[in-house]
């Protein structure tokens, strides 16, 4: 499978929204934690790397990302951040880690029991790994990204294409990491995202989950704009503008924290 263009003009467009889930993430960090290694992985244009840098100066961070777009923004951030281009499905740390994060980036993942215990297992004793994922296979607008594009000249083109996949039951996570971690924490939150502009929820998934559709419809632009008329008249419908102009986007998210157990080195101090 390709791996999908990404363009960091689209997604930033809704960067205030996108952003609530990733800082209320953050703002569960223990706060005892003082890590030494850290690792954003899926870390887009590096914002919530930047951020670890500066809120632990010390540290040695890294941020991993697929998408050399999206690594040439961060790398424009004056904090010093190790970039890192790869794969976050085959990334392995060459040191413990005392913090992971991966916010917006699993859900592209296969085999989350395996990836799950594999993260933790990446940490050092008393290291965190703090998640969080968008529930959103089940969701209308992305029910209505998939069948359209099962039905219409391009679905040739866009059979096998692979978008992000179901999440596991909540119990599921919980069951792949708590037999090494000392405090497991998961909660979910449905925000009411307030988009402005013409056709806004096709507008959001251009920046994410139709990059995979889109990318394999690169070379055959009548059927991508075809495709996108279709799907942006039933988004439409599906999420019809309010009297002021505003288009409301109900989006459910996932989120897990979870302490290595263990006595922490020079990196972390035991869990509270």
């Not at 670890?52 to 690594?71: F, N, Y």
């Amino acid at each position: 499978m390709t791996s999908p263009a990404w363009d960091p003009q689209q997604y930033n467009r809704f960067e205030r929204q996108r952003d609530r889930a990733a800082i209320d993430l953050l703002s569960h960090l223990p706060d005892d934690l003082t890590p030494r290694e850290v690792w954003d992985i899926g870390c887009g244009a590096g914002q919530h790397a930047a951020l670890l840098k500066r809120r632990w100066p010390e540290a040695r961070v890294h941020g991993l990302d697929s998408s050399a777009a999206m690594l040439e923004l961060a790398r424009g951030l004056p904090d010093d951040v190790d970039w890192v281009l790869g794969d976050l499905k085959t990334w392995a740390p060459d040191a413990p880690v005392d913090l992971i994060l991966a916010n917006a980036s699993l859900q592209w993942a296969p085999d989350h029991e395996k990836l799950f215990r594999r993260l933790v297992g990446a940490l050092a004793p008393g290291g965190a790994l703090a998640v969080q994922m968008p529930m959103a296979w089940e969701t209308r607008h992305h029910t209505l990204m998939r069948q359209t594009a099962a039905d219409g000249p391009w679905s040739a083109r866009l059979k096998g294409v692979d978008t992000i996949q179901p999440l596991l039951k909540a119990e599921a996570y919980y069951d792949a990491v708590a037999d090494r971690c000392e405090e497991v924490d998961i909660w979910s939150t449905t925000y009411l995202h307030v988009l402005d502009g013409e056709n806004a929820v096709l507008e959001w998934m251009k920046g994410t989950a139709l990059r995979p559709y889109l990318t394999a419809l690169s070379e055959d632009p009548a059927n991508r704009d075809a495709f996108l008329a279709r799907l942006g008249q039933g988004l439409e419908e599906a999420f019809p503008r309010r009297p002021e102009g505003r288009t409301l986007l109900p989006f459910p998210r996932l989120f897990l924290l979870a302490r290595r157990s263990g006595v922490a080195g020079a990196g972390s101090r035991p869990g509270r």
